[in-house]
């Protein structure tokens, strides 16, 4: 039962997260671009989520003709599920579900999320969604292969697969002064992963009409909105847990990962969108050698340490 109710509290704050999430965005958008942000909904703007949310949730749906309807109607649906089922691998203070495997658990799930924005784009039957859409998964799978070799090294260091041992292998030392280069890393993954400027190809406005969700209204929209800020959350949590200390019991931890979820939005304030091919030679021809590199490195220093001093 505590179980079951600390699934439902972890639910409603990151949802309620989302919301607000996105009101901090618009705000620091706003100010970088030297005009204020949402500022008439209740004090400073503070209730735009929720009218947001209203206005999405209470427009009329449309559906496309020659849609494929059931998935067409499905995916957003699996798309917010995914995205807060990962949550699950965060370990409470009370424990919750932090199991020895979460780490495996994160990579399994996230790898789901990539089915559900290919059969969105594919299912509405526009050539402009399927372009989105192709492009989102040829990224994704891209960058989560260097995503898992720079994750590699980190598990080879703990020699362990659960999120609640960074917290103890960091008491005395972050790991972003040990592995500085392979942190940097990780985090653009994360911003190719959840597809954000400037690697926000899947929906490149200005060749794709808004990409894989162009046939989206209301709330199908709304749902791939609070998927796609639910795994900046995550990846925020995240990246905390993996070179910041990651100190659960400590409200440090809440401002490292509101102050992640702000670089997320800083850089899309700052930066231009990255050239496709780029993206794609970033990942396979910078990246990926550079991590496996490190990870032999890994491999080298533990089996020399292993010869040496046991």
């Known amino acids: 039962m505590l179980l079951l109710i600390s699934m439902v509290i972890l639910i409603v704050g990151v949802l309620v997260g989302v919301a607000f999430l996105t009101l901090l965005e618009r705000k620091v958008l706003g100010y970088i671009q030297i005009r204020k942000g949402p500022n008439k909904v209740g004090f400073m703007g503070i209730l735009q989520p929720f009218s947001d949310a209203i206005k999405l949730f209470t427009k009329e749906q449309t559906f496309p003709l020659m849609s494929n309807y059931l998935i067409y109607y499905f995916s957003p649906i699996f798309n917010l599920f995914l995205s807060l089922f990962l949550w699950m691998s965060m370990p409470f203070f009370s424990m919750f579900l932090s199991f020895d495997l979460s780490m495996l658990f994160f990579l399994a799930v996230s790898s789901l999320s990539v089915y559900t924005i290919m059969l969105a784009g594919w299912s509405s039957n526009s050539n402009y969604s ?24 980190f598990l080879f260091l703990i020699g362990s697969l659960n999120l609640v041992d960074f917290m103890y292998f960091q008491k005395y030392m972050w790991f972003i002064f040990l592995l500085f280069p392979l942190c940097m890393m990780w985090f653009i993954s994360s911003l190719a ?7 926000d190809f899947a929906e490149g406005e200005s060749e794709l009409v808004s990409g894989f969700n162009v046939e989206y209204s209301s709330g ?40 992640f979820s702000f670089i997320w939005i800083w850089v899309r304030g700052t930066l231009p969108r990255f050239r496709y091919d780029k993206l794609m030679y970033l990942a396979w021809k910078s990246y990926l050698p550079v991590s496996l590199n490190y990870l032999l490195m890994f491999f080298g220093l533990k089996a020399y340490v292993f010869v040496n001093f046991i």
């Open 220 to 259: 199908g929209f709304a749902l791939i909105f609070l998927a796609e800020y639910s795994s900046i959350l995550f990846m925020s949590m995240l990246c905390v847990m993996l070179f910041m200390g990651g100190n659960l019991y400590s409200w440090m931890f809440f401002l490292k990962l509101v102050f």
């Open 193 to 199: 992963e959840t597809n954000r400027t400037p690697f």
């Open 130 to 153: 399927l372009l989105g859409s192709l492009r989102s998964v040829a990224q994704t799978i891209s960058y989560e292969v260097s995503l898992v070799i720079i994750l590699l090294s």
